[in-house]
């Protein structure tokens, strides 16, 4: 699988920080969704570990490909995880147009604000040069975030999207997230 590492771009989305918020009490950070990828074989995804009352799951509108060669979480993880398979895409041509979608709700996850997101990610000389992400709101139009990830260039760097400052996510009954290639350098170079 070398001709796969060195041309893709294996974004490896570790898991999402919430902060509960409760009336008269001091926030209390919890995980809500961990995933590592490790037994990951087609789509959907489902999460490594999940907060209770919380359900996820994760598409593309990229074929499935895990790459055996991942990285453990970094030192600003918000959990660790194990060396494992980390997600990747191909094919990351276009601006916008392909992404990784990561779907949340349940019954508790009105319980949670103050989202914030962590992840690590490589690519190629070749592969998209930024992530995006986009999110939807109870089943709203897709708002994109301002702020944008640039993942290492043949080597894993960590980045994170701090959306506490978005009071439109505080209490949602549902959550979308997508993570979208931005650039890409050449038509079927990977992501």
Aim: charged fraction near 10%; proline fraction near 5%; hydrophobic fraction near 45%.
């Amino acid at each position: 699988m070398t001709t796969l590492f060195t041309r893709s771009l294996k974004n490896k989305i570790i898991q999402l920080l919430l902060f509960v918020s409760l009336p008269l009490l001091s926030q209390a950070q919890t995980v809500i969704v961990n995933y590592d990828f490790n037994n990951a074989s087609a789509y959907p995804v489902a999460p490594a570990a999940t907060a209770a009352g919380i359900t996820a799951v994760a598409t593309s509108t990229e074929g499935f490909v895990a790459n055996a060669v991942g990285t453990p979480s970094g030192p600003s993880a918000f959990a660790a995880n194990a060396t494992g398979p980390a997600l990747a895409m191909n094919n990351s041509s276009g601006s916008n147009t392909k992404y990784f979608q990561f779907a949340l709700d349940g019954a508790s996850l009105p319980k949670y604000s103050a989202f914030k997101i962590y992840l690590q990610g490589y690519r190629s000389n070749t592969g998209a040069t930024t992530l995006a992400l986009q999110y939807s709101v109870n089943g709203g139009a897709y708002a994109t975030f301002p702020a944008t990830y640039a993942p290492g260039n043949t080597v894993y760097a960590e980045g994170a999207f701090d959306l506490s400052g978005l009071t439109v996510l505080n209490s949602p009954a549902s959550l979308v997230f997508r993570l979208l290639a931005v650039w890409s350098r050449r038509m079927g170079e990977g992501f």
